[in-house]
């Protein structure tokens, strides 16, 4: 379980990267977007979305346990040669 304070977290600088994502997803994130400001009034933006999707399953035990043990596959086994 990722145990960092998020208050640390957000101070943090962000690096960026790249990933893909369904165009779908990326439309249903960016309509929650629309829906949502921050405290100041600014517009959210899609990757502090995401970022608080990653860290509100990564920093509960029972909800990263969920996530695993619903959505991740298990990695398959190795054949013996």
Same mark, same amino acid.
């Given at each position: 379980?990722?145990? =960092?304070?998020?208050? &640390?977290?957000? =101070?943090?600088?962000?690096?960026?990267?790249?990933?893909?994502?369904?165009?779908?997803?990326? &439309?249903?994130?960016?309509?929650?977007?629309?829906?949502?400001?921050?405290?100041?009034?600014? &517009?959210y933006r899609l990757s502090w979305l995401i970022e608080?999707?990653?860290?509100?399953?990564?920093?509960?035990?029972?909800?990263?346990?969920?996530?695993?043990?619903?959505?991740?596959?298990?990695?398959?086994?190795?054949?013996?040669?």
């Amino acid at each position: 379980m990722f145990d =960092k304070p998020k208050e &640390k977290v957000f =101070k943090e600088k962000r690096p960026t990267i790249s990933i893909t994502i369904a165009e779908s997803v990326i &439309k249903f994130l960016k309509d929650l977007c629309n829906n949502l400001i921050t405290e100041d009034g600014k &517009k959210y933006r899609l990757s502090w979305l995401i970022e608080d999707m990653i860290l509100y399953i990564i920093t509960d035990e029972k909800r990263l346990e969920d996530f695993l043990n619903g959505l991740v596959g298990e990695a398959p086994e190795e054949e013996e040669a």
